[in-house]
């Protein structure tokens, strides 16, 4: 309540500062180089905002803004308005169904002047918020089904109106919010048995058998080496975890492969390759393609900054946003791959430890949830452009071009940050 | 709770370390083992480039330039930057109208695609150049004017000789031979654009290029470290004699036939015209195609290069070879004379001659000059005939044809311009297989008189005029007489004097003698100049062909080949004018004419001289029928359709 009227950034978490500016500028470097041609004229491009990487800018500058707005706020507004911030949300959603405009096949736009915003990037806030002052209500006992199914249908209502816009994408973000309950005391196995049931239909249908039984080989492996000393007093468990092992390799090299072609119909198996992007998307083959060509050419030191053939000159489709990670791969190499990946590591690890420092539930859930976005984002992003995962439209938090995106994450961070640097005044 | 919650966390961390650790040696595996893909990227990025070098000049032996470049300007679209310009204007310019616009604009986004730049309209004649740059500025950036080289022939003369180029087709292209270029490429298709295309290319240099998705070229690779430059092509130098070549084409106008002079020094070719001779200019730019049909279609078929690929019966003109053999062989002399009465009935049935008073042939020089043809069949059968081989049928036949193919007859001599054809001269072999074996030196009488299975090209006669006039030697014809910067041995072949059969001297003065004697006193009167002592020979071949299924006679070709002067000898000739009766008539002139405008640069103001001019410009010897259906009137001469 008194709250030290010291210093303006007292208590700020400097850390996560620091790794957001290093990624916001990564990005809007690597915008750049995937728009730069030798002769533009830079300065006139950043004025007349004609560019992505001016307009990324622009966007940089309003974020900061909104930054120390939040930061000036009393972090008790959060709490208190959560609910209402995510009703709003899932009003502006309807809303966009009913008025939305069409970009790109997926009806999930507003139009406010003249600019495009994606009311979906913003309900990841508003859901993160709700669910965190759901989980840390003191009504709320979530060994029970009840609060569970609550829970549940907090981060899976969002995410049933984004399908309904075409946004299959992004509502599949929305799934990431089971690891946050899970850090609540969702039973392990119940994450563990749905994620991979979806896991294991969806890498049968994309990805060729036998990668995917050297994937299993190798978690089977880490697993049994993390897991020794329990497997050292109850031998069974190696049994279990080899149990689970045969049964996963089965269910994809053969049970799925048999109902795809004997049990469903035909049109049943073409409608499911097609929503997969797998079946006569040429397209679709062609950005993995050519996103491969690009982030292998790199080589192990990449060919320097400016220096990329393949992503200067267009042969990579959404180079800025969804395949930004091209950029990277192609002029910093494996090594500055590795670096830029280990920034994300570093950010998510450090939020990790900013939540765990928490004696708020509400603080804590919401920062996990910080965490499983970002995380869910980077693996799902960066694996689509090295060909391990279906091309589906999800940006690379903070560095992907994209006001609406760049705006959301910064948010949530931010309300994050807010929510630590008052960590000792009330237990909430 | 917390402690509780303890392992949880890790398990958080230990999913997201390991999605990260698949990503990671996912990105090993791109980046650092598969090499493959750094191949792929610069196939996707690097635009091979080539840079046409400008094809070398042709001089001729003045050192004038009579094959050059140009520059034409083809008007390129790039479809997607074609906004608000005025198409009813530019249509007006192109005269073209609006839906041809729409069309070649589909067109060219069905070639290419909208965003590359595509030939909206190639070669644009010069007028609608002009007027379209100055309104350029109007219709940028979607057009652009590009400039393109081609080939331009400011004299107009020389069609047959300098060839032309043209892209290379599509079974050329995969032809091994060809294996240096690439579709699209311009190359020689004939004439000397065609034989000394590796010397006039050039060197093609390549340029490395980045390019974009779209195959935009977006500047240099690597600061152009690989490209190299383009070489232009070397320059010939010709013996040719341009304005003596156009003097031909002129006196050939409105006759078939052709005129081939040779400089019996060194084997140079100083002028060779096919006639009817089209300009060569109608073959570059704006409407080659469309002549090339006309002309590739034309009855006077103006695109057969008669001086090398014509084969008529030598007639008279072989006259002094038939002289020459009989002197070697020993049957004659110079001072051999024949009884003729007007015919030779030493076969049967009378072979004609234009003489009958008595001593018309008295010895070879008034038998030469006359033209007798009683003495030649004569001498002919005493060569084949000649014990010393046998008889005819044994080594005679062979031997004489082996004189014959030292002359340079019955086979490519091997001009550097190509599809020369060999002509015929009829051996041992050829009779046994057509008479099986019944046959003696009366069955081929008439080729003493140049008639019969005997035909020669115009050049095999012209440079049969040069062994005449060297009295036993000759260079390969030629035109190339030196390449700027020359590395290559194209040239070796034709340094080298070729000596003919080792015949005597005296017997070269006796028919030397002979043919000086047709342009003072004889046949050849008609192609005397004053104070040029010349050698010359008259001609009149039988023509024969087929009309109606039945062999027909029609108009003889007028044939005279003639060397000056005659005692140094600076010029050799030979002219054919295809049906248009006794050689002295029209063939003469035209030699007289070619041979005073060469020794003496021009032609004399004597008005005797202009009036042999003035008929020879005048003559139209072209068939009324051949002529009806040809459309090379209107091609050629006054009404020609000059390239921009």
Known sequence: ?428 | MSVFNQPRRRVIQLIILGMMSIIIVRLFFLQVVEKKYAKLADANAVLRKVVYPSRGIIYDRKGRAILSNDVLYDLVVTPRSVKNIDTAYMCTILKIDKEEFKKKIADCIKKNGPVRQTVFMSLLPAEVYGQLQESMYLFQPGFELIPRQIRSYPYGAGANILGYIAEISPTMLKDSNYASYNSGDYLGFTGLEKTYESVLMGQRGIQYLVKDNLNRPQGPYENGEFDSAAVAGKNLRLSLDIELQALGEKLMHGKIGSIVAIDPSDGGILAMVSGPSFDPNLLTGSYRSANFNRLYQDTTLPLFNRAIQAQYPPGSTFKPMIALVGLDEGVITPSTGYPCGGAYYGCGRPIKCEHHDAGHAANLRLALSHSCNSYFSHTYRLSVDAAKWGGIRVGGMQKWADYMNNFGFGHKIGVDIPSERPGRIPDKKYYDAKYKGSWNSCTNVFLGIGQGEVETTPLQMANAMCIVSNRGSFFIPHFVKSIDNDNTHLLDKYKERHVVAHISDTAYSAVIHGMTDVIESGTGRGAQIEGITMGGKTGTAENYAIVDGKRTKMPNHAQFVAFAPAENPKIAICVIVERSGFGAKYAAPIASLMIEKYLKDSISSNPRRQAILKTVLETVTIPEAMRAKSKLDSLNSTVIKKRP
């Open chain 1, 1 to 428: 309540m008194n709250r030290p009227q010291t210093k303006l950034t007292q208590g700020i978490d400097w850390p996560i500062v620091g790794l957001y500016l290093a990624l916001v500028i990564i990005g809007l470097m690597s915008i750049f180089a995937a728009e730069y041609r030798g002769d533009d004229n830079i300065w006139q491009n950043i004025i007349h905002l004609n560019k992505n990487y001016s307009r990324q800018l622009m966007w940089f500058g309003i974020s900061i803004v909104v930054a120390s707005v939040i930061w000036l706020t009393d972090s008790k507004f959060f709490t208190a308005t959560a609910n209402l911030v995510y009703a709003f949300g899932i009003l502006l959603l309807l809303l966009v169904l009913g008025i939305g405009k069409d970009v790109k096949g997926s009806h999930s736009w507003l139009v406010l002047g003249g600019f495009q915003f994606q009311p979906a990037e913003l309900t990841k806030l508003c859901t993160n918020l709700a669910l965190a002052k759901y989980l840390s209500s003191q009504e709320t006992d979530f060994n029970k089904l009840r609060s569970r199914l609550i829970a549940a249908a907090i981060a899976l209502v969002p995410a049933g109106i984004i399908i309904l816009q075409s946004e299959t994408g992004l509502a599949l973000v929305y799934f990431s919010f089971f690891l946050v309950m899970y850090r609540e005391g969702l039973p392990g196995v119940l994450l563990v048995i749905a994620f991979s049931g979806i896991v294991l239909v969806l890498s049968a249908l994309l990805v060729d058998k036998m990668i995917l039984f050297i994937i299993f080989s190798v978690i089977t492996a880490l697993v049994i080496y993390f897991s020794r000393r329990e497997i050292k007093r109850k031998r069974s468990r190696l049994l279990v975890i080899l149990g689970i092992y045969g049964f996963c390799s089965l269910f994809v090299m053969f049970i799925v492969p048999f109902a795809f072609t004997k049990v469903l119909k035909d049109y049943q198996v073409r409608r499911i390759e097609v929503m997969l992007g797998k079946e006569n998307d040429p397209k679709a083959t062609y950005n993995t393609r050519q996103s491969m060509i690009a982030i292998g050419s790199g080589g192990f030191w990449g060919k320097g900054y400016l220096k990329g053939t393949q992503t200067r000159f267009d042969f990579v489709p959404e180079q800025s946003t969804d395949f930004i990670f091209c950029t990277i791969g192609e002029d910093f190499g494996f090594v500055g791959s590795v670096l830029f990946i280990a920034i994300y590591v570093a950010l998510l690890f450090r939020i990790i430890h900013v939540a765990e420092r928490q004696r708020s539930t509400f603080t804590r859930v919401y920062a996990y949830g910080v965490a499983s976005i970002i995380f869910f984002h980077l693996a799902i992003n960066i694996s689509m452009t090295i060909g391990l995962a279906p091309v589906i439209g999800i940006p690379l938090p903070l560095v992907s071009y994209g006001g609406s995106s760049l705006l959301a994450f910064t948010m949530l961070i931010f309300i994050m940050l807010r929510l630590d640097a008052d960590r000792q005044m009330v237990l909430r």
